[in-house]
């Protein structure tokens, strides 16, 4: 089947200690976005990439880093330097001429303490 | 932020229509009105979009106004799995970014 995998479902992560988040997804989707979202609100975009090896900053970009290199790939690695990092995170991808609609992963909820 | 107005909850009965409101006063003319759902601890799942005339897939209906100020999206016969936040977003072109706000939990009652 077509979609979008996310893995871990859980994951658990000392403070002080980078980790990095897998999206993969073999739906031929140029777009590819990660987003943050936390109890009782709502989605916030962190970064996103519509081709491969080019990647844009999004509200919350600050923590975080990306890598596109590859079509099917968008991995997210939450850095030390993001101060709150326990959070609900989504990747969704999108095909270019039809990028209203998204298609959302799973998610990976990360807690770090 | 988001663009959009959503009251924070809303309650239907199995079986009935459940209508839920968007206010989006600001919108500018070229852009469209999006909806999403997300059930508890599931990512996003896109329902349907429109510009200014209505519109019906599988899932559900568009309203919006004539003067594209608010919309009102329509499940025909709620189940309990559209159980969900609903999220109403405003977005410009293909480029423009997609913004969640906090959206509307709908509780279905049996």
């Known amino acids: 089947d077509g979609g979008i995998t996310q893995s871990p479902k859980y994951l658990f992560r000392k403070e002080g200690q980078n980790v990095t988040l897998s999206c993969e997804q073999n739906?031929?989707?140029?777009?590819m976005y990660w987003y943050r979202q936390d109890p009782g609100q709502g989605l916030r975009l962190i970064y996103y990439?519509?081709?491969?090896?080019?990647?844009q900053k999004g509200d919350i970009a600050e923590g975080y880093s990306v890598s596109r290199e590859k079509k099917e790939s968008f991995p997210l690695t939450v850095t030390s330097a993001q101060k709150n990092p326990t959070a609900f995170y989504l990747c969704?991808?999108?095909?270019?001429?039809?990028?209203?609609?998204?298609?959302f992963g799973p998610g990976t909820r990360l807690t770090v303490t | 932020d988001a663009k959009t107005t959503q009251p924070p909850s809303m309650d239907c009965a199995e079986g009935r229509a459940a209508n839920l409101p968007c206010n989006h006063s600001?919108?500018?003319?070229?852009?469209?009105v999006y909806w999403y759902r997300q059930i508890h601890s599931q990512g996003p799942q896109y329902i349907i979009h429109?510009?200014?005339n209505n519109e019906t897939n599988e899932m559900a209906s568009l309203i919006i106004t004539e003067d594209r100020k608010s919309s009102t999206l329509i499940l025909p016969h709620a189940t309990l799995r559209d159980t969900a936040v609903y999220y109403c977003?405003?977005?410009?072109?293909?480029?423009?970014?997609?913004?969640f706000g906090k959206g509307t939990r709908l509780h279905i009652l049996p």
């Open positions: 969704a991808s999108s095909r270019q001429e039809s990028s209203y609609e998204q298609y």
């Open positions: 739906l031929n989707h140029d777009a």
């Open positions: 990439s519509q081709i491969v090896n080019d990647f």
């Open positions: 600001t919108i500018s003319g070229n852009e469209y």
């Open positions: 429109g510009l200014k």
């Open positions: 977003i405003v977005r410009g072109g293909r480029d423009d970014k997609i913004i």
